[in-house]
């Protein structure tokens, strides 16, 4: 089966005895509450969002909600990763998507359900939900259990479901070049708020980066201080082995990082001594001499674009984490141009930066952008 | 109330996720001025600020917390006590022995009334006014100018505008009966206006000539209004055997306090930051203590 997927967005999740959400189960909807300038609002208030923000007091689930997609998403790693791969997990979870899947060339708009520790679904779309509110004419059923460490379909899974687990699977490792079929397929890429940036030490070699391939879910946890983890060896890696991404890859890195115009840039590995260097008007320095925030950008922006396939959530935990007020905003503008040029791409991110909910500003409609966010109260847990 | 669609606007969003209480007032001057006078270690509890949207003033404020209160319950309103006039309520105004007060109109709910007419009163009320002005003298006045001096130009200047702030709260109070009855409203007659240069009378002889052209009220309806408000407040410190410094200290809580303030400067100190001065000297005393306690017991 010839399997491609298209307009790939987070509608819902919902979760049951997981982390703080202990009574009963809670819904956190990633609709947007603004849609792109130029669109009708009657037209698209409801869509799922590409740009959304979560806010919360510590302790109430922030992380939780962010831990939860990417954990529906780790299981389909081999082994299964994140907290549901866990034989202590006792909740439950759904996670709801919706895309428009190519199959052997027809399209159809399809809400994914992807769902673990319960039988059944925990939310269960009836035919005039899956219209009405999904907006999709098909629902894929997946329902996944670990076993042995390996995410395993359910029988309440469907044919859909099972196809795209098998599509993912297959794809497992697969290089995630742009002629590749794993391009097509969705993956997330997820930041948690503990990453660390060390720049490398020892040792420099040529050695296959964590993280190359095709995977349904990838942590950045940290930037070194392991070769194999740095951004260095991912850089290397590429120009060993000749990735014809590398120069686009790093012209968008250094758009996004100096902004076009800026004096500084970062420049192709050096082959020999496997070292990357960032020109500046004073000179040339390893990348290990960027300041810590420009450091956590260049892992982003990197990661991000070394590893994007053209249906990606991105996850970003803290998005402000190293960054003075004055960088964040820049980063934050960066995320919303590449929003506005990759239609597969979503990013869905928390803060506790008061400034940045004046910055994403849910109320004004921008091109390309269908804002969304939401606070967890104490209520809800 | 978890969307930030269903929240409001990206303050109110700030504001519900801060989990503190925050005060409108009317404006972001007066917002440092309060932070001064509670002290700025209140922050922890609690936030002064301007309205985002609609300018500044009361109104700004009463619209911002209706609009936040049904998701926000930490949201509050902190106007000037004037302000009580437009809901037809001077006389909660008048009758006040406290800090604040509120009204029972549920429209008000989550607003505080300052028991002065204005954060000029306050400041004149509670920190030591001719002492500021004494600092804050132009070069030419420096050593030219006693501290009695002074506190009878405080007094003349109460004498006006407490006079000037009756005109006004009666023009308010005319304009919230018309518009209660369905009627056209009147004009409100600013206080401010006695600043002119040329003296009480002749600004007395023109807001009668205005109210006689523009007809929208007689100047009849005004007096018997001003004298009811005045009575009033006499009266009620006549019962509490007020003595002549209380009686002055009363007529400076519901003056016009800008204009009082802006009076004096134009003698003293065209460019004196007074307001700041006042504020710094109440912030830490026992009043700034009192402050900060009444108005976190009156917003938790």
């Given at each position: 089966m010839d399997l491609a997927i298209t307009d790939w967005r987070v509608l819902q999740l919902t979760v049951k005895d997981v982390g703080p959400f202990r009574h009963g189960q809670t819904t956190i909807s990633f609709r947007g509450e603004t849609p792109p300038k130029g669109v009708n609002p009657g037209d698209g208030p409801d869509e799922p969002a590409n740009i959304f923000m979560l806010i919360a007091p510590n302790g109430i689930g922030k992380t939780t909600v962010l831990e939860a997609i990417y954990g529906m998403f780790a299981l389909l790693n081999r082994p299964s990763e994140g907290m549901f791969s866990s034989p202590l997990f006792e909740g439950a979870v759904q996670l709801d998507l919706r895309g428009t899947w190519h199959i052997d060339g027809f399209a159809r708009s399809v809400l994914l359900s992807m769902w673990i520790g319960s039988t059944g679904p925990l939310i269960d779309w009836k035919d005039v939900d899956l219209e009405e509110e999904a907006r999709a004419s098909e629902w894929a059923k997946l329902s996944l259990a670990v076993i042995a460490g390996e995410a395993q379909t359910l029988e309440e899974s469907n044919d859909l479901g099972r196809a795209l687990f098998r599509e993912m699977q297959e794809a497992l490792?697969?290089?995630?070049?742009?002629?590749?079929?794993?391009?097509r397929l969705p993956t997330l890429l997820y930041f948690p708020a503990d990453r660390s940036v060390i720049a490398p030490q020892g040792e420099r070699m040529v050695i296959r980066p964590d993280h190359w391939g095709y995977q349904p879910a990838h942590q950045f946890s940290h930037d070194g201080p392991e070769w194999i983890s740095s951004i260095d060896n991912l850089l290397a890696w590429m120009e060993n082995i000749g990735d014809e991404g590398l120069p686009d890859l790093l012209q968008s890195v250094n758009e996004h990082l100096f902004g076009n115009g800026s004096e500084k840039r970062v420049l192709p590995p050096d082959p020999t001594h496997h070292l990357t260097f960032v020109e500046t008007p004073t000179g040339f320095h390893p990348l290990s001499a960027l300041s810590h925030g420009e450091r956590s950008l260049l892992q982003m922006f990197v990661r991000v674009f070394a590893h994007m396939t053209e249906n990606t959530i991105l996850l970003i935990d803290e998005?402000?984490?190293?960054?003075h007020t004055r960088w964040m905003n820049r980063m934050f503008e960066s995320f919303k141009r590449i929003l506005q040029s990759s239609a597969g791409l979503t990013l869905i991110f928390t803060s506790h930066d008061r400034e940045l909910i004046h910055v994403f500003n849910h109320k004004t409609p921008e091109p390309g952008l269908t804002k969304g966010g939401f606070l967890i109260t104490q209520e809800l847990v | 109330m978890p969307r930030f669609g269903e929240i409001g606007d990206p303050t109110a969003v700030e504001n519900l996720y801060v989990e503190k209480i925050v005060v409108y007032v009317e404006g972001e001057v007066d917002a440092n001025l309060y932070y001064e006078i509670a002290g700025s270690d209140v922050r922890g509890h609690l936030e002064f600020r301007g309205p985002p949207v609609g300018g500044g003033g009361s109104d700004a404020v009463i619209t911002r917390v209706r609009a936040e209160r049904p998701v926000n319950a930490k949201v509050f309103g902190l106007v000037d006590g004037e302000a009580a006039a437009k809901a037809g309520a001077v006389d909660k105004l008048l009758e006040c022995t406290d800090l604040f007060f509120r009204l029972d109109d549920p429209g008000f709910m989550g607003i505080l009334f300052l028991g002065q007419h204005e954060l000029e009163n306050l400041l004149a009320m509670s920190g030591d006014l001719p002492d500021v002005i004494l600092r804050d003298l132009e070069p030419r006045l420096i050593g030219q100018i006693t501290r009695e001096e002074v506190e009878k130009s405080i007094t003349e200047a109460t004498r006006i505008f407490f006079f000037a702030a009756l005109i006004k709260y009666a023009s308010v109070t005319l304009n919230h009966q018309f518009r209660t009855a369905g009627a056209q409203g009147c004009r409100t007659l600013q206080s401010s206006q006695f600043l002119d240069r040329r003296g009480f009378r002749v600004t007395l002889a023109e807001i009668r000539a205005q109210v006689a052209a523009e007809g929208e009220v007689t100047w009849g309806q005004l007096r018997r209004e001003i004298r009811r408000t005045h009575q009033a407040f006499v009266g009620r410190l006549r019962t509490a055997g007020a003595d002549v410094h209380e009686v002055s200290l009363a007529k400076l809580r519901v003056a016009d306090g800008k204009s009082l303030l802006k009076l004096l400067k134009r003698r003293?100190?065209?460019?004196?930051?007074w307001e700041s001065h006042l504020a710094t000297a109440i912030g830490g005393t026992d009043f700034g203590e009192t402050f900060r306690h009444h108005l976190l017991a009156m917003t938790t």
């Open positions: 490792k697969e290089l995630t070049d742009p002629q590749s079929h794993s391009s998005i402000e984490l190293h960054l | 003293y100190s065209p460019g004196g930051r």
